[in-house]
């Protein structure tokens, strides 16, 4: 029967954490100091200092980080606690999530962070390579159990900490014999995301964090961040999932199913932070989804500028120019669309003027024969206008059937163009016609009949005429 | 001859002039009323016999009754002396001016000398009164207004019905709807373009050998093909489908609808050649670089079609444009029959299966009664419906239902599609792929004139 140790502890504190460590000697303390402790005074030869000023920097911007990117206040201070191996872990937290065997870190609730000196040690370059990716997982688990109230079943939170990280470091290894061993999802989203081995299976972890990055290629992170919140108030992750992404857990998941494969395939190097995948957008650009591009672009850039993530920022600002561009000339088409139907042709060529402009410089091609089309509309008219002031004076004045029909086909053809302005001046002259064909008449009838009188009258006088031949 | 008998004699043929040209006046007035009065003749039997034809005669029935006016200028013809003796008669001179005009030459009597002197003395008086009364317009005048006022009444009747519709706007050039992040990527999934392709080709790579014995030994290499220029003509339908003149075309081949997508090229191939010429090389360069694209891919007989027809139409060849397009309708529809034939075995071998003859194999029909197959309980059976009387069931009674029992009711949302897009779908109802221009000539041709 193994004999209890009892360890003292103590503690150093940064602004907002509290670093917690034993006082213990040793073969673990050695090596890890040999790696590190040229850096400390003498007095400070411990594990705690070791932390405070390798990672204290670090620790602090990754909690402001995942802060910000989880949007959650944590309770402060958090602690980082150095246990000396893996069975103090267990034996000092009973109920804590089971632990890979050989895991240099984990996490205690929503709290603490926890490092495996005794794991550390055995490959102390290793640790040191992937330092920043731990605090910076362990950090996001936290923020998650503090965001759903420890409500989050454990696989989910594994699967939220790890998609957080660069999955070209923490992924790219295990791909490959992903790919071979389970090509397609072996369980649903539910018992994924409820499995306490999670981070025990690669396979199993690679398809967690899959269903994350379908999440957020699907309806973006702020969703993810929803359900999340969602999920302290919600009866089932189901219920709280179909409240949030107004789906059945159920019919997303075959939609997942169809995308994993793509996942191992290529989307698995993509992240929204890391590796922006940046000709998607292009896509979404050269195709005309400039409103959609547009938001997600205005969303993604904000979220990169505010966390400092500036790899692939330029790139996205200039498809963002590019998306507004097109965004503000389909407008631009679209109003001039409406003032086609107004009547308004002036504003209309003014608005077509500027969506040629502005999609030009996109060198979008696509509203060419639309914009062309409304230019017709518009010139058309305008020589109709044209035409109806010269036929309504020959009308007016000929009286010739004729002309009245090509007036009546110029009045037809603007208004079936939608020019109401010229309404007002079609009804005048309809009416002017109608009165003027009135008067003509009554007058043509009187002068007939007078005519017609004086010319009977004529007739009977007889010879007052002198035709000489 | 002397001096006064000339003189005489020359002042007499002046006055004949005038008159002449008065008369010719005269006839020319009475040639225009005349005339008008066979234009409105013809205008007015229109009226009687609704035939538009007869319109085109209003210029004969003018010329028909004016012509006659025409000859009344020459006809019939008078000398100068019948004007002399009409002139003593009208102007009441006692045959004297007839007496000078025939004895003008006799130098040596003293009373016609005398005579002579008399009547030169008297002849500006008379010119005087021709040119005043000689005319004789009055009643031609009075005719020609007649006729005027009957045109014009026969012109107001003639006006067509001073009535506008106001349909407005019907006939503004539509604008596409914006494509939306789910039109791009399937089920709105950011990045993801092509589910199927890509994701065969990512479990192509995982699949075991077992799973690719049974597919390759299911008539694969047909379908295959098959497969790969279905995805080519859908990806066709796709670029097709973003430009206004092949918006119909490209989501007929999009949806992989091949017989509508042949039976609209057929009615382009009718349409072409009226189509103005820069929509013909708009078209042509619409379908050359869908040719490029398709070229790319596995459909190159189809690729070749689509090249030769845009060639023809960017050259502004219209009728091997137009012969090009039914070519490639006639191409679509073999590969939608070719697609047919290949599904065809299979559906013959499941029903060749399903016979009960020994040594049955996929692909061949062997003979024996085929299977019963489960039926539904009732079937062919009368259906009875529930109720009695006049009440009957409570299908058939208008009004409420009358419902007892424990009755389940099912609420929450409707999943028709399994999209997880929750947006509102946007987008425009083309019934057919006429482009506007047309419907604007179709419509104006149909508007009352």
Partial sequence: ?469 | MNTMAKSLLHQLTTLYRIAFFQRAVRQVVRFIWTGLFGYAFVWFLHYLFPDRSLLEFRWVGFLGFGVWALFGIFLPRFSLQQFVWRVDCIQGLKAQLATAYQCHAEESNAVIVSLNQQVSAKLPEIKSRILRRGWALMPEIEYLILALCLLSVLSIFSIPNLTIAKDYGVDIPPIQAERRREEIFQNGIFGVENYREIASSALGDAKTGEQLTDEQGQNQPLSATNEDMMQAIQALGEDLKQLPLTQGLGEALEKGELEKSAQILESAADQISTMPSPIQKEIGKVLSQAAEKLDQSSASELSSQLQNTADSLQKGDSSSGSQGLRQLGAELRKIAQQGNEANAPQGQSLQGGGGAGVGSSPGNVELGSPLLLDRLQGEKETLTLGGTGTAGSPIFVPGLAELTGDIQTYSGQVDFFSSPATQVVQGQITPLPIIWTWLNEIKLYFLPR
């Fill in chain 1, 1 to 469: 029967m193994a004999v209890p140790q009892f360890y003292a502890w103590d503690e150093v504190r940064t602004e907002s954490f509290v670093i917690i460590y034993p006082l213990i000697e040793g073969a673990t303390k050695e090596t890890i100091l040999a790696l590190y402790g040229s850096q400390l005074r003498p007095d400070e030869q411990d594990f705690g200092h070791l932390i405070l000023y390798t990672y204290g920097k670090i620790l602090e911007e990754e909690y402001h980080r995942s802060q910000f990117l989880l949007n959650v206040d944590l309770d402060l201070p958090l602690s980082v606690r150095v246990y000396p191996s893996e069975s103090d872990y267990h034996k000092l937290n009973a109920y804590a999530a089971p632990m890979p065997a050989g895991a240099t870190h984990s996490h205690v609730g929503e709290k603490e962070i926890s490092l495996i000196a005794e794991n550390i040690a055995k490959n102390p370059f290793v640790w040191q390579v992937q330092a920043l990716n731990a605090f910076r997982c362990e950090l996001s688990a936290i923020a998650v159990e503090k965001l759903t109230k420890g409500k989050a079943p454990p696989g989910l939170v594994a699967a939220i900490s790890q998609y957080l990280l660069d999955p070209r470091e923490e992924l790219a290894a295990d791909i490959p014999s992903a790919r071979q061993s389970m090509p397609e999802p072996s369980v649903g989203f539910e018992e994924l995301w409820s499995d306490e081995q999670v981070l025990s299976d690669a396979a199993k972890l690679i398809q967690a964090v899959s269903t994350i990055a379908f999440l957020v290629d699907s309806y973006g992170w702020k969703r993810v961040l929803d359900l999340l919140n969602t999920l302290p108030n919600a009866s089932s992750l189901a219920s709280a999932y179909e409240t949030v992404y107004k789906i059945k857990i159920d019919a997303s998941e075959k939609l997942w199913r169809n995308y994993y494969p793509l996942y191992l395939a290529e989307r698995w190097q993509y992240h929204f932070l890391y590796n922006v995948d940046v000709e998607s957008y292009q896509k979404m650009i050269q195709k005309g989804a400039y409103h959609d591009a547009h938001t997600l672009l205005a969303e993604h850039i904000q979220l990169l500028e505010q966390l400092g993530e500036s790899q692939s920022l330029i790139a996205l600002q200039e498809l963002f120019e590019m998306a507004q561009a097109g965004s503000q000339g389909l407008t631009f088409l679209q109003q001039a669309r409406q003032n086609c139907a107004e009547g308004d042709y002036a504003r209309c060529l003014d608005n077509l003027a500027k969506a040629r402009s502005n999609l030009e410089s996109i060198e979008d091609e696509q509203r060419h024969l639309e914009i062309q089309a409304l230019e017709q509309v518009a010139q058309d008219v305008q020589d109709l206008r044209q035409d109806f002031e010269q036929q309504k004076w020959i009308a007016l004045i000929t009286n010739s059937p004729q002309s009245v029909e090509r007036l009546l086909e110029i009045s037809h053809q603007l208004i079936q163009l939608g020019d109401k302005q010229s309404e007002e001046n079609i009804v005048n002259i309809i009416q002017s016609l109608r009165t003027r064909n009135i008067v003509l008449m009554t007058l043509s009838l009187i002068v007939f009949f007078l005519v017609l009188l004086r010319r009977v009258i004529s007739l009977r006088r007889r010879g007052t005429s002198e035709t000489y031949l």
